[in-house]
């Protein structure tokens, strides 16, 4: 048996909790396994400090589900969502999808952490680069994963080959600290990189493998000059000391000798504070661990009507619901499904968010392009920051 399920081994449920397995087995065994239901997926509590999530991974989720006896609605891939409203609920013959809760709030709740997390350090960054170096931090089977979550939530290009292609982008990234290692010098490796690799690569040199990070730059500047185009500094921790000195001292030197061109690119364990805080003095990140470690959002999943009759456990309002969301002033609303949202108070219209995206099995529209959804999502986190601050 091989590590990583298949496809097919996926939707024959063999993923799943084994508790849907044996609730399957009572459930046709007692003739009930084609109750119709409605099951709602929402988020009570967000990780720490977060204002809000990226809904994520819908796309993938919806693919698991092509072909039952089920419809369903969602948000739009790449909404931003908040505690207790729906995100998505799927109406149909429980034993249609039973099975399949397992995979489906894993493929949505891996992608909305990594995708809310991007947006978040994407955000702190403002205007900087970041670029997504998580790949090589997880199993090599999550790498495109991690990579297209961290895209749309705001990652402005990724380093892994094949997850570039995915996203119908240009993988980023120049050398390692085993190029200079094996050529010995930083010149040298940098040197030779300019000499074999296609010069519509920009040239960007590793700094910090053997000697000061601000002597490498010059170094590197005078031999380069005008084709270098970013020094990358992934100082270790236990050489940094302040970590925002040396990238000022870095960019004094570079800028009194006619380098003021060469960009200063940063990366070795960095998240959310130390972007923010480092934001003024870098042009650029690489981020791996904080996303592709990002704290997952915990969907759950659960039953809020049975054969049309509002019914949910403990703890769960039930009945079908929608959320709007005022096209004035923002402010959000879930109310029971059909009941009129008449105006927000502050006079503006409601909108509906969700709409239908499964009907009988068959996919409703097309999934948007990955740079159109992190153009949403970039859009909508700028709306949420800019609604934050206003008195």
């Given at each position: 048996?091989?590590?990583?399920?298949?496809?097919?081994?996926?939707?024959?449920?063999?993923?799943?909790?084994?508790?849907?397995?044996?609730?399957?087995?009572?459930?046709?065994?007692?003739?009930?396994?084609?109750?119709?239901?409605?099951?709602?997926?929402?988020?009570?509590?967000?990780?720490?400090?977060?204002?809000?999530?990226?809904?994520?991974?819908?796309?993938?989720?919806?693919?698991?589900?092509?072909?039952?006896?089920?419809?369903?609605?969602?948000?739009?891939?790449?909404?931003?969502?908040?505690?207790?409203?729906?995100?998505?609920?799927?109406?149909?013959?429980?034993?249609?999808?039973?099975?399949?809760?397992?995979?489906?709030?894993?493929?949505?709740?891996?992608?909305?952490?990594?995708?809310?997390?991007?947006?978040?350090?994407?955000?702190?960054?403002?205007?900087?680069?970041?670029?997504?170096?998580?790949?090589?931090?997880?199993?090599?089977?999550?790498?495109?994963?991690?990579?297209?979550?961290?895209?749309?939530?705001?990652?402005?290009?990724?380093?892994?080959?094949?997850?570039?292609?995915?996203?119908?982008?240009?993988?980023?990234?120049?050398?390692?600290h085993a190029l200079?290692?094996?050529?010995?010098?930083?010149?040298?490796?940098?040197?030779?990189?300019?000499?074999?690799?296609?010069?519509?690569?920009?040239?960007?040199?590793?700094?910090?493998?053997?000697?000061?990070?601000?002597?490498?730059?010059?170094?590197?500047?005078?031999?380069?000059?005008?084709?270098?185009?970013?020094?990358?500094?992934?100082?270790?921790g236990s050489r940094?000391?302040?970590?925002?000195?040396?990238?000022?001292?870095?960019r004094w030197e570079?800028?009194?000798?006619?380098?003021?061109?060469?960009?200063?690119?940063?990366?070795?364990?960095?998240?959310?504070?130390?972007?923010?805080?480092?934001?003024?003095?870098?042009?650029?990140?690489?981020?791996?661990?904080?996303?592709?470690?990002?704290?997952?959002?915990?969907?759950?999943?659960?039953?809020?009507?049975?054969?049309?009759?509002?019914?949910?456990?403990?703890?769960?309002?039930?009945?079908?619901?929608?959320?709007?969301?005022?096209?004035?002033?923002?402010?959000?609303?879930?109310?029971?499904?059909?009941?009129?949202?008449?105006?927000?108070?502050?006079?503006?219209?409601?909108?509906?968010?969700?709409?239908?995206?499964?009907?009988?099995?068959?996919?409703?529209?097309?999934?948007?392009?990955?740079?159109?959804?992190?153009?949403?999502?970039?859009?909508?986190?700028?709306?949420?920051?800019?609604?934050?601050?206003?008195?």
């Open positions: 048996m091989d590590l990583i399920p298949t496809r097919d081994e996926i939707l024959r449920g063999e993923t799943t909790d084994i508790y849907f397995r044996r609730t399957m087995e009572v459930l046709r065994a007692t003739g009930k396994d084609r109750v119709r239901v409605t099951a709602e997926a929402i988020v009570k509590k967000f990780p720490a400090g977060y204002g809000y999530a990226v809904l994520s991974g819908m796309d993938e989720m919806l693919s698991l589900l092509a072909g039952i006896d089920a419809d369903a609605e969602a948000m739009e891939e790449g909404s931003l969502f908040f505690p207790f409203e729906t995100v998505f609920s799927i109406e149909g013959p429980y034993g249609a999808f039973c099975e399949m809760e397992t995979a489906m709030l894993g493929m949505i709740c891996q992608a909305s952490g990594i995708a809310t997390a991007a947006s978040r350090v994407k955000h702190a960054a403002g205007e900087k680069q970041v670029l997504s170096f998580g790949a090589r931090r997880m199993h090599p089977a999550l790498s495109t994963l991690i990579d297209r979550n961290a895209f749309i939530g705001g990652a402005d290009g990724v380093s892994a080959v094949r997850s570039a292609a995915f996203l119908g982008e240009t993988p980023q990234g120049t050398m390692p200079v290692l094996v050529l010995g010098d930083t010149v040298t490796a940098m040197r030779a990189f300019d000499a074999a690799v296609d010069p519509a690569i920009p040239r960007v040199c590793l700094v910090d493998t053997l000697q000061d990070e601000k002597f490498e730059a010059v170094r590197v500047a005078e031999a380069l000059r005008e084709r270098l185009s970013a020094v990358r500094l992934d100082t270790p940094r000391g302040d970590f925002r000195r040396i990238l000022q001292e870095v570079l800028d009194l000798r006619g380098f003021r061109h060469v960009r200063l690119i940063v990366s070795g364990g960095l998240g959310e504070e130390e972007v923010r805080a480092l934001r003024d003095v870098a042009d650029g990140f690489g981020i791996g661990t904080s996303l592709s470690n990002a704290p997952t959002i915990d969907y759950a999943l659960d039953i809020v009507e049975v054969e049309g009759v509002p019914y949910a456990k403990r703890g769960k309002r039930s009945g079908r619901k929608q959320v709007y969301a005022c096209e004035a002033c923002g402010a959000r609303t879930v109310l029971p499904a059909g009941e009129p949202p008449g105006r927000c108070p502050c006079g503006g219209a409601r909108d509906p968010l969700l709409h239908p995206v499964l009907r009988a099995g068959r996919p409703v529209g097309i999934p948007s392009p990955p740079r159109a959804i992190r153009d949403r999502v970039l859009r909508k986190v700028e709306r949420f920051h800019a609604r934050e601050a206003r008195p």
